[in-house]
Structures are given as C-alpha cells and as structure tokens.
C-alpha cells in the first residue's frame, strides 16, 4: 500500500514538474523574446515554473529513496542492472534540470534586482511585485534572453527523464 502510494505521488509531480517545463519552454519563451507575451506575465510563468520545481524537488526525491529502499536494496542493485543504471540516470537528470531551473529564475530577477543574495532568492523566488521600477525595468525579450538557454535545457532535460521513466516501465531489462 506504502510502495503504491509512493508510485502516485512520483509519478504525478514527475510529470507535473517535467509539463510544465515543457509548457513554459514551448508557450511562453518564444512568445516573450518576440514581444507577444507581457513582462509581468513571462515573470509569473517563471515564478510559478520555480515553485512547482521547489515542491516537487521535495517529493520526487523523498518517494525516490522510499522506491530506492523497497526495491534496489542491497544498494549494488543500482550498480548490476540495466533498472538500477535507469534509476541513477533518472537521480542525476533531476539534479541537474533543478539546478539549471533555480539557477535560470535567479540569473533572470538579478536582471531586475542586481544585488539578490541567494538567501532573499531561495524565500522569494521571483514573484510578479518585485518588477517595480517602470520605465528602467528590462523588458519581457530581454528577461527571456537570459533565461532561455536554461529553460531550452531543461526541456531537453525534462525529456530525457521521460524517456528514462518510459524504459523503466516498458522495458529495461533486468
Ligand atoms: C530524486 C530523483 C529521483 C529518484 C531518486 C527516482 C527514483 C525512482 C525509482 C527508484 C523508481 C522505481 C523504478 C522501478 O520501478 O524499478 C522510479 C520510478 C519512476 N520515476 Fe523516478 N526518481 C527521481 C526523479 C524522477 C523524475 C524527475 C521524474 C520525472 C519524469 C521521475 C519519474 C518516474 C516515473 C514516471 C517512474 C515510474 C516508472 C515505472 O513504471 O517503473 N522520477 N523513480
């Protein structure tokens, strides 16, 4: 029932998170750098593409090692089998892709807000409030600019892990 349960909410914050990477990268992205899209709307996508990353990087790891320990101890498990070089495969990708996400938003409100310590960041993350300033607020193509080659990342990223998520329900052997 634990195991089960631990499936579901993976499962669905895997593909909440790995969604709405795609969805940012695909809807807004391209629409901000060619002017359609707001500032004050690409900066809320941002936002809100930050904490659905901040939530998650908190359940997928959580389940992650509960999975780990139902079902690849003794550890070398992880070592000797197709499934367990998936499973590590799937650790090291949602490293990474959190990493470019944070790093990504941060790079962007440093654009608007130069002196943010990673502290005020990892409490605040970049909420549509802190675009005050008017005219001297760099516009939604310019915001883009910065975060795009982050963003275009992770969706490269986001689909390797569903790839890697499709072989360990489909087909890796052993
Ligand atoms: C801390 C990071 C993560 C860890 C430690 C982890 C670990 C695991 C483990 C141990 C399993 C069970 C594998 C098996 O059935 O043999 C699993 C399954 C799965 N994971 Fe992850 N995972 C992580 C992140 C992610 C992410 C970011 C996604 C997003 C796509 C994801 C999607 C899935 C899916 C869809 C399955 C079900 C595959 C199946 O049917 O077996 N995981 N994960």
């Given at each position: ?127 549509v409030e802190r675009l005050t300033g008017g005219a001297s607020v ?31 329900a489909g087909g890796v052997p052993g």
């Amino acid at each position: 029932m634990l195991l089960t349960t631990a499936f579901v909410f993976h499962v669905v914050s895997g593909a909440l998170w790995t969604g709405a990477t795609l969805y940012v990268v695909y809807a807004t992205v391209p629409r901000a750098t060619d002017g359609t899209l707001g500032r004050e709307a690409f900066v809320d996508a941002a936002h809100r593409l930050l904490m659905v990353t901040r939530w998650t990087g908190v359940v997928l790891p959580v389940t992650g090692a509960y999975l780990i320990w139902r079902l690849y101890v003794p550890l070398d498990a992880l070592v000797t089998t197709g499934r367990g070089w998936a499973v590590l495969a799937m650790l090291s990708l949602w490293g990474v892709m959190n990493g470019l996400v944070e790093v990504g938003v941060l790079r962007m409100r440093r654009e608007v807000d130069p002196d943010v310590g990673w502290g005020r960041y990892m409490a605040e993350g970049f909420p549509v409030e802190r675009l005050t300033g008017g005219a001297s607020v760099p516009g939604a193509a310019q915001l883009a600019a910065v975060v795009r080659p982050y963003l275009l990342a992770s969706g490269a990223l986001a689909v390797l892990l569903l790839v890697d998520a499709a072989l360990l329900a489909g087909g890796v052997p052993g």
